[in-house]
């Protein structure tokens, strides 16, 4: 994970996204992106007979504001020992996103920007979505694999390998239901081991829900980051009756995510 693109704004999840990506490059020698966005479609509004009218100067007002902003990170992070750029877009935030990181390894959010699930989805790079108030520390200490024999997962697991090559302890959960479907779990197990990296099989009784199952199992091994496929399920089905992404991208004590889909 040599390039590392960051969302970069105001909130309060960017000092853990930034310290994260750091943490991140400096392991990996690698480079750090932050993208500031000012979507301008926000300012731009549509009248019932197709009039078309743009608010200037609050737009105007804002680009000034990004390109302090800009400024700001540069100078905080001229003196560092990561090399960076920052890259400016006028999409909307997962467009931009998705755009900038089209040449990244992974890009990485705040679980409370909403904006994870979305962008695992039109992304083909993978997304490590983080809670606001602690960054990841690298190198990482535990990592729960979530496998459910899915493409998705498979996918989350190849993108996770240079996270995993730390000599962190990695665990594969998997959830037994009555009908196994995709890949055996023992093919992750024979993938990791091609990298030098060592695993536990865990084969989880189905608790009252497979993500429920999963978190608990996750909590009781200390997990720094959970790796997993990205809506395994259709996103309608998920809104409508909840499944595993959904419910960690939304539980608040859920550890960090690494999504693919």
């Known amino acids: 994970m040599r390039s590392i693109l960051v969302q970069a704004g105001r909130d309060p ?3 853990a996204r930034l310290d994260t990506a750091m943490n991140i490059a400096r392991a990996q020698e690698g480079h750090v992106t932050l993208l500031l966005d000012t979507p301008i479609d926000r300012y731009v509004t549509v009248d019932p007979y197709g009039g078309t009218y743009v608010a200037r100067e609050a737009l105007e007002a804002a680009l000034k504001e990004d390109d302090a902003l800009a400024e700001a990170f540069a100078g905080r992070l001229q003196g560092d020992d990561v090399p960076f750029d920052i890259a400016q877009y006028e999409l909307p935030p997962v467009d931009a996103l998705a755009s900038g990181a089209r040449l990244a390894d992974v890009t990485i959010v705040s679980r409370s920007g909403g904006l994870a ?3 695992a989805m039109v992304s083909r790079t993978p997304v ?3 809670p606001d108030a602690k960054a990841l520390a690298v190198p990482l ?4 694999i979530a496998w459910d024999g899915g493409d998705e997962a498979a996918n989350a697991l190849r993108a996770a390998v240079p996270l995993l090559q ?3 302890a990695v665990h594969v959960l998997t959830v ?8 055996p779990p023992t093919d992750a197990m024979r993938y990791l081991a091609r990298h030098d990296i060592k695993a536990e099989l865990h084969e989880l009784p189905r608790g009252a829900s497979i993500e429920e199952t999963l978190a608990t199992a996750a909590a009781q091994l200390g997990a720094q980051l959970m ?3 990205a ?15 959904r419910y960690f991208l939304e539980e608040p004590t859920a550890p960090p995510l690494l999504l693919a889909h």
């Open 141 to 144: 200490g535990v990592v729960c």
């Open 128 to 130: 490590l979505a983080l």
């Open 13 to 15: 999840g960017m000092t």
């Open 117 to 119: 699930g979305d962008l």
């Open 231 to 245: 809506y395994g399920h259709s996103r309608v089905r998920e809104f409508l009756f909840g499944g595993v992404t």
């Open 166 to 168: 730390g000599g962190a």
């Open 227 to 229: 790796v997993m496929g």
């Open 176 to 183: 037994l239901t009555e009908k196994a479907e995709g890949f």
